[in-house]
């Protein structure tokens, strides 16, 4: 059974950092694109950032870019976001999910997802 499971999620004031996990298991992600995607209240879940399980390319959205990183412990199986300088609209709930091949924006076309971490960053 294939489980994605995030930690790291908090509370945190602005221009402060979190560094999210996420915990793979179930089967091997070689040819994966692992992703974070992230929620607010009434808003659709848009994609935040992600990477390559094998080559380790990585994409960013533009709202996080130069500001978080994300990477991947092959030993661990695990994929990790770090966020800095953290601003209240980065207030979501963030997702850990899977795809075979690249990333895409679009959620229904990741086959695996995590329950996700609530990330909430106060003024």
Do not use: H
Not at 95 to 112: H, N
């Amino acid at each position: 059974q294939v489980r994605l499971r995030e930690s790291g999620g908090g509370l945190v004031q602005a221009g402060g950092s979190l560094r999210l996990s996420c915990a793979a298991s179930g089967r091997t992600f070689a040819g994966y694109s692992m992703v974070w995607f992230r929620q607010a209240p009434g808003q659709e879940r848009e994609l935040v950032a992600a990477i390559r399980w094998g080559s380790g390319t990585t994409y960013y959205a533009d709202f996080v870019k130069g500001r978080s990183t994300i990477s991947r412990d092959s030993a661990k199986n695990t994929v990790s976001l770090q966020m800095n300088r953290l601003v209240p609209g980065d207030t979501a709930v963030y997702y850990c999910a899977a795809r075979i091949g690249s990333y895409t924006y679009t959620p229904y076309e990741y086959e695996y997802w995590g329950q996700g971490t609530q990330v909430t960053v106060s003024s």
